[in-house]
């Protein structure tokens, strides 16, 4: 084949590529690479770097596919075990579960509200002048990789843009269009055609035009994929698209299938069930009375254990929800918690969740004044069923400590386990505790497992831990051992003469506790209203 | 056994029992491989399950551990899941996408018989090393249409050229580092003649 029998053959391949290839150029095509092996050959390596090519340039970034895979593993085992059949598991049997009520979603979990929209702006349509993506204009606080974001500024890829409470962000794409998003919004290009949105809401513009590379937005529930319109995504406990003009196709995290959603549509990904329809909700406390000195129990069981305000002078109710311990006090039932303990008696495994805002603490320097007590069953400071606390007696005043009673322990639910990191000051999050029935435990901060080690005493160093640390450890022992006088207690607990001591100050947006050990899945929908933000001024009703 | 076959075989075994770390390296040391095998095999049409299908893969692979043979290299195994389900996938989609198109049938065929061997090489791997060296011009006109997204008319608009003048620079790019990755796969053709 001639020289230039070659080169048209490559010139008539690459408008096959771009579409630009008529009808009869395309027969050309066909018998020029029917005819000549050697140029069949050139032409197939081309079309499969560039097939390579496409794939390196649109797909996941690795250890996203990684995590997406371990997403969707997770979501199959939890919508298994939700139904009770467990055909060909090849892993070892966990402890029999408890009889679950049939479902027909796969996923439990809590409805976590707070996405905050930002209804896009009056249809600005930026045309395709640069080909960064860059700032349009900013109000407010808003950061890109932790730098104040400003007029002009680039967008690297790979760069983390959060939107604080209040502001507004409005980015020019580089892959066309624009994208804006305010109000406690966190969202990361991970290439010039995919973003990653954990939580808030994105107002979405994209350029109509053939793309080499679909426009995607990731979120933790699955994927929107642009195929040309005008949009927007609003993350919270789920993902919810609405499309304003155009079509965009959504998949599930869990799912296999693609579907349209069309101009007028709204489809809703990773929709979960409220935290009250997990099974195995014993007390859950919402503080959404705004008022009064009772914080009601909201798990819906008979009798319910209603906790009392000892002090109403030292409490602040938030008009969104929420109850603000400014001064030492205690909330505690007015009965022992027969129904928790009997409960995890039975099954051997625990779940508490409190989502809290912690105050600087006071008395600080006094290592005495620690562990501050969250939650817990207690008669004493000395004796105890359950306790979740922050602090540890002479450590650190942020850790996360956690005290089981069981056969193997003493009274006072030691040796324990305790975060190696802690806690935010003046943050909202969400701190979760699970032991299940083979004492292994696990600890939880917004969603996301954190390392725990066992401590063994406080003295003889000023911590003397029993392990090193890892995503779970063993309080092995059964709960059995749980004494049946106790009280359940919020925000101290009592000494010997009935006094609150180690008082815990912050605020107090919603507590739970579940005989049974959740599951990494269910845990991660239990996420606070809004996500996790780093700055902590998040909306609290005021 | 080598080293790195005895590595993973204690991974699987790790797996198999419950092990879910030891699976997602699984997933981690196999991924960019099967992703490559199953982008080779999908054309533009299907282009955006090649993802889609990998995780489907992994998903099957996990829950049928318990009927993997000790022994044998997980790799293989996997890729005969991805390939049931990548003939179930074209069976499902051909009729929508590409109906008449012989020409796409012609090339779809030609690169099926040149990729029917079975061998574990990571082409996205050697991909992404002969991306480094190009020729940095050339290097930003293939990342910014396959990374970026830009279209052939942004890159023209972008370098002061025509479109079509950027399409022959990008397949002038692309036969480049079509002999960088057969040499990097010292005979597991993408060179023009090479057998599979």
Known sequence: MSDDIREQARELKRRWDDGSITPAERERLQELVVADEALADELVDDLMVDRLLRQAGAGADDEAFVQEVATRIDAQRTATDRSGSRPGHPHRRRPTPRPTPSRNRPWPGILAACAVVLLGAAGLWLALAETTTSVVSVTGTATIDGALADQGMVVPAGAEVAVDTGASVALRLAAGGRVQADQATIFRFERATTLRCTTGRLDCLIDHRARAVPFEIVTPHGRVRVIGTRFTVEVGASTVVSVEEGVVTVRESIAEDWRRVTAGERAVLGQVAALADLPGLLVHYDFSAGAGSVVHDRAGRSPALDLTITDGDAVRWLPGGGLELLAPTLLTSQQPAQTVIAACRTSDAVTILAEVRPAPPMDADDPLSFPRRIVGISGSTKRRDLTLGQGLYHGDPALIEVRVRTDLSDENGRPSIASTEGVVIDRRQVIIFTRDADGRCRLYFDGRPVAIRQVLAYDDPPVAWGSSAASDQMLPGSLDDWAADMPLLLGAELDASGEPKRPWQGTLYRVAIWDRALEPAEVAQLQRPGGSHATGHDVDGE | ?196
Not at chain 2, 24 to 43: I, P
Not at chain 2, 82 to 95: D, E, Q, S, T, V
Request: charged letters at 25%.
């Open chain 2, 1 to 196: 056994m080598t080293q790195v076959a005895h590595d993973e075989q204690d991974l699987v075994v790790r797996a198999a029992e419950g092990e879910r770390a030891a699976f997602d390296e699984l997933v981690r040391c196999h991924q960019s491989a099967l992703r490559g095998w199953l982008a080779l095999r999908l054309n533009r049409h299907h282009r955006a399950a090649v993802d889609d299908l990998a995780q489907d893969s992994f998903l099957i692979a996990y829950q049928r551990l318990a009927d993997f043979e000790p022994g044998r290299p997980f790799g293989p195994w996997l890729r005969g899941i991805a390939h049931n389900l990548l003939r179930a996938h074209l069976r499902r989609n051909r009729p929508q996408l590409h109906a008449g198109d012989s020409l796409q049938d012609l090339f779809d065929g030609l690169v099926v018989q040149r990729v029917e061997d079975e061998d574990q090489v990571d082409r996205i791997a050697h991909l992404r090393r002969c991306l480094e060296r190009l020729h940095a011009a050339t290097a930003a006109v293939v990342r910014g249409h396959y990374f970026e997204g830009l279209s052939l008319e942004d890159l023209a608009r972008r370098s002061d050229r025509t479109a079509s003048a950027i399409g022959m620079a990008l397949m002038r790019a692309r036969r480049r580092l079509a002999a960088c990755i057969a040499a990097q796969g010292k005979g597991s053709a993408l060179v023009g003649g090479g057998g599979a």
